[in-house]
């Protein structure tokens, strides 16, 4: 089992910055995928951004040039930098880890309690 602690977000106004961190613990192996995803009232939940153990990262569309995600491998966070918030960015952004044992098995998939990000003037 692996467990997710995220913190950050809140309230920003458009066209500032908030920060989103989470951190993993448990039974973790040594190659992973961590990141974050969000989800409005009544809509699927969507990618944010991702990043590999190993650094490679993938970002939403929407999100690109605005949002910065980064790990510290050996602590097992990520955190989310978000500059430039627009209102459409209002959601609850859910932590999300994911790892298999080697190549042959399926991922697991693991998800934090999410964090409401609110983004008004």
């Known amino acids: 089992q692996v467990q997710l602690v995220e913190s950050g977000g809140g309230f920003g106004q458009p066209g500032g910055s908030l920060g989103l961190s989470c951190a993993a613990s448990g039974n973790i192996f040594n190659v992973f995928i961590m990141g974050w995803y969000r989800q409005t009232s009544g809509t699927e939940r969507e990618l944010v951004a991702t990043?590999?153990?190993?650094?490679?990262?993938d970002y939403a569309d929407s999100v690109k040039g605005r949002f910065t995600i980064s790990r510290d491998y050996a602590k097992k966070t990520v955190s989310l930098q978000m500059n430039s918030l627009k209102p459409e960015d209002t959601a609850v952004y859910f932590c999300?880890?994911?790892?298999?044992?080697?190549?042959?098995?399926?991922?697991?998939?693991?998800w934090g309690r999410g964090t409401q990000v609110t983004v008004a003037s």
């Open positions: 990043i590999s153990s190993g650094g490679t990262t």
């Open positions: 999300s880890f994911r790892q298999r044992r080697n190549v042959l098995a399926k991922y697991t998939d693991y």
